[in-house]
């Protein structure tokens, strides 16, 4: 299963893609089969064309938690919920099921979550 | 302190004017990101994992109460309500939008704030000792060099696309409060055989994946060819450093590559070609910016204030505060305050704005306006009359900053991590948390004594690890957080580079381990031994012991 993210350009808000458009909760995220590949390669193209709108655009692997979907790198259990720090900032402060499901994840961290992982310079 | 004229005010003016438009191109789609981003990062602005950071230049670690008053403003207006002090005395705000920066800059322009030169491959904000102006052991006050080196380097059109970024600290003490020999130049104010002063100029120190402790370039350089021999340095720099590689890019790559007496050599010729009269400070200029630093009418007290010691006999926790956090002023009657945003369980670094309101109000009532961060990601009021302690320590207590734990093992120093960075491999801050909660008992702190733990969630080393007593890097094995300890590293005038104890650990496992290496510290140390000295007599192995015998 794969989602897609980015984070908004004007206000740096990480987002996701639901349908050709990019909401802010993990939990309204459009979710892509195994054999979904050529749709997620579309809306990913989608999202680069869109520069004035989002930047960073990629996709990313997720794995079950709690009955639901959850990132499976740690950084992007992170981006989705907010800095484990602060748990009132962020994304996480609204609570909840997703948020809850996204806590609980374990599996792997940023360097396997990320597909077609580029380091930036 | 250095405050601008018209001439620097009306440019941090057309500054912020100038990325106001940029901004406005980059949302109208005129400005690809690629074009955007190194624009935005010569303001500052980095695009970290939640939101914009924007990372403010605090030159030498020095601010006045309107500066940090407005500080706290932007933190509550703009972000979550707080700030984070970084290790390079600079301030970090994390939850910055886009569209508000412009409005951001403005603000901080009109208290002589900016962010530029906190990003990119240029000369970096200078730091200093943050007990400068302040403390007895001083040669000469090194926020006058500091501020110098700053207006020379500021925009400098030659080292604005130097192959990595550059740093410069100053220290005119003998104790090294700023991690000069981390620095890719670092600065000691000496005194010369014939009175005058000068600095020891030491080159190529650096943390990060290939550390190094700077090496000395010249033992003694007069004080007034500062510029033209950073020059020199910079010139052999820019023009050999390595530009094909990132990793190799740094000072410290060209200056082990070399040698330190061939890199010398060619600086000296370097220098030798400069047209010193060109390059040097005209007197007058050092003149005016030496009297921005003119010592503060200090009243005349006497070395004992009867207020101040009635008031610590009656209160064990002044006694404490007065222990660990209040340091020697040159001047009778006076002392220098550190105030650790280093509570237990909170954020190292981190101050609300609430905190930064009242560290302001006790800066300019009591500290002579004057207020300092320190690389430990802690502040300090330099000016403190030894009456006003018990006052001062109050209104501290009061805003939760009075935690007395300067120098101890709760006085963590951690980078944001992967809670925040966008480079990180691990997480820093709840590794700080859990670690600084084993020692949240002052007395216990307080009997382990002197012990800097240092945590960097990835090798970039923000966090300053391979210096700390011990210190912690977070790395990414297998798709896991894992930390790997190392021991024996010291930032201060006794600098190393720390070895790595053994296998790294899972976070869970981080705090114990630290708890195991104190234990085996109490149990093995003799008479007044710091940590650090048990562990230059007695190496790595009891230590080794004591961690992996017990994760076993």
Request: aromatic share 8%; charged share 25%; with cysteine.
């Amino acid at each position: 299963m794969k989602a897609i993210t980015a984070n908004r350009l004007i206000d740096g808000e990480v987002v996701f893609w639901k349908g050709g458009a990019w909401v802010d909760g993990f939990g309204d995220a459009q979710l892509f089969d195994e054999g979904q590949d050529a749709e997620v390669e579309t809306a990913v193209a989608t999202g680069k064309a869109q520069p004035t709108v989002v930047i960073d655009v990629y996709s990313i692997d997720l794995t079950p938690s709690d009955g639901r979907w959850a990132p499976v790198s740690y950084r992007e259990r992170i981006r989705a919920l907010g800095p484990t720090n602060e748990p009132t900032h962020g994304k996480q402060a609204v609570g909840g099921e997703v948020v809850e499901a996204l806590r609980h994840a374990d599996g792997a961290a940023r360097s396997t979550g990320r597909v077609d992982l580029i380091r930036r310079k | 302190m250095y405050l601008y004229d018209a001439i620097d005010r009306e440019f941090l003016t057309d500054r912020s004017n100038e990325f106001r438009h940029q901004v406005a191109r980059r949302l109208a789609g005129e400005l690809t990101e690629d074009q955007f981003k190194p624009l935005r990062l010569m303001n500052g602005l980095y695009l970290q994992l939640h939101a914009y950071m924007l990372r403010i230049a605090i030159p030498y670690g020095s601010l006045n109460s309107r500066q940090v008053r407005r500080l706290a403003w932007i933190g509550r207006t703009y972000d979550k309500g707080y700030g984070h002090f970084t290790t390079r005395q600079n301030l970090q705000f994390h939850w910055i939008k886009l569209k508000d920066v412009p409005d951001i800059l403005d603000a901080m322009a009109e208290v002589d704030l900016h962010a530029i030169q906190t990003s990119g491959n240029c000369i970096r904000n200078v730091t200093a000792d943050p007990y400068a102006g302040a403390t007895a052991e001083e040669i000469d006050d090194p926020r006058v060099w500091s501020e110098v080196l700053r207006q020379w380097s500021t925009l400098h059109p030659e080292f604005s696309f130097l192959p990595r970024k550059f740093k410069i600290a100053v220290t005119g003490a003998l104790t090294d409060r700023a991690a000069v020999k981390t620095h890719d130049i670092g600065l000691f104010l000496r005194k010369g055989r014939d009175g005058a002063i000068g600095f020891e100029v030491v080159a190529g120190g650096g943390q990060g994946r290939t550390p190094y402790i700077a090496q000395t370039v010249r033992s003694y350089l007069p004080a007034e060819h500062l510029l033209s021999y950073v020059e020199a340095i910079l010139r052999v720099y820019n023009r050999h450093g390595r530009r094909d590689n990132i990793y190799k890019a740094r000072i410290k790559i060209l200056v082990a590559a070399l040698g330190i007496e061939e890199f010398t050599r060619q600086v000296e010729e370097e220098w030798g070609k400069i047209n010193a009269e060109r390059a040097d400070l005209p007197a007058a200029e050092l003149d005016r910016i030496r009297a921005a630093f003119a010592q503060p009418r200090f009243e005349t007290l006497p070395d004992v204030s009867d207020a101040f010691e009635a008031a610590r006999a009656a209160s064990p926790a002044l006694q404490r505060f007065v222990r660990n956090n209040v340091k020697p002023h040159k001047v009778p009657g006076y002392a220098i305050v550190e105030v650790s945003l280093k509570a237990i369980g909170q954020t190292p670094g981190d101050a609300t704005a609430d905190q930064l309101d009242v560290v302001a109000d006790l800066g300019e009532r009591y500290s002579l306006d004057d207020i300092r961060v320190t690389h430990a990601q802690n502040l300090v009021l330099p000016h403190v009359k030894l009456d006003d302690l018990p006052a001062v320590h109050a209104a501290l207590e009061a805003a939760g900053l009075a935690t007395a734990n300067i120098d101890l093992a709760s006085d963590i120093i951690a980078c944001p991590g992967l809670d925040y960075c966008a480079l990180a491999n691990a997480r820093a801050i709840p590794i700080a948390q859990d670690i600084a909660r084993k020692f949240a008992d002052p007395d216990r702190a307080e009997k382990v004594g002197e012990l800097k733990i240092k945590i960097s969630g990835c090798i970039n080393a923000c966090g300053h690890h391979h210096v700390a007593h011990i210190g912690i890097l977070g790395v990414d094995k297998k798709g896991e957080e894992f930390y790997q300890l190392s021991l024996g590293g010291s930032g201060a005038e006794d600098a190393s580079i720390g070895k790595i104890l053994g296998p790294g650990l899972s976070a869970d496992k981080v705090a114990p381990a630290i708890d195991a290496l104190v234990e085996a510290y109490l149990h093995i140390r003799t008479g007044e031994e710091r940590f650090l000295d048990t562990y230059r007599r007695v190496g790595l192995e009891p230590f080794k012991e004591a961690v992996y015998a017990q994760a076993d």
